[in-house]
């Protein structure tokens, strides 16, 4: 009997998994490259290179490469102030973008893996809902 409930749940549990669609990772960039073009681009750039002292560089960004926490909290609370990106100072202002946890995990798959940006994990909406906007006081 105990072996039945076994089997019974574990099979109940492959079918959910099967049935409940899980968004692979490239499913994730590409709907990122979307919110990319249509959000983020007009500041950051076709090769998120930034421009000038104004808007910083998220190609090869230490800023966002080794603050993934912070970077997300930037696009879910909006980012003002200094913040050092590759050694230069900006003084800027980038707004909330309007977008729901679940784009901003996509769209920062996409960033953390483009134009060389090379990053193993995979950011879910679930992470992006955990982050508090008092992260940026730590
Ligand atoms: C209106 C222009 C504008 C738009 C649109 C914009 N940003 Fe920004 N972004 C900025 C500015 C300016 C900063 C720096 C803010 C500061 O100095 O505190 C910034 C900072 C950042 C940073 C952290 C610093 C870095 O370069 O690593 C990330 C990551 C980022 N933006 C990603 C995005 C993404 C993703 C989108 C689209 C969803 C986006 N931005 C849309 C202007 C913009």
Redesign the pocket.
Known sequence: MKLFLFFHFFGFGILVYFLVPQKSKAQSITNGSL??ND??Y???GVNGV?RDN?????KS?D??LKNIS??IA??KYG?????I?NGKV??????Y?G?DNEE?AD??N??LNQWGNNYEGFIDASQVEKIPKSIFEK
């Open positions: 919110i990319y959000f983020c007009r500041c950051h930034g104004l808007i910083p560089p998220l960004s800023y966002l912070l970077s930037g696009l980012l003002k102030g200094e913040i990106v900006y003084n800027g202002y980038m707004a973008q977008l901003i769209v920062m996409y960033i």
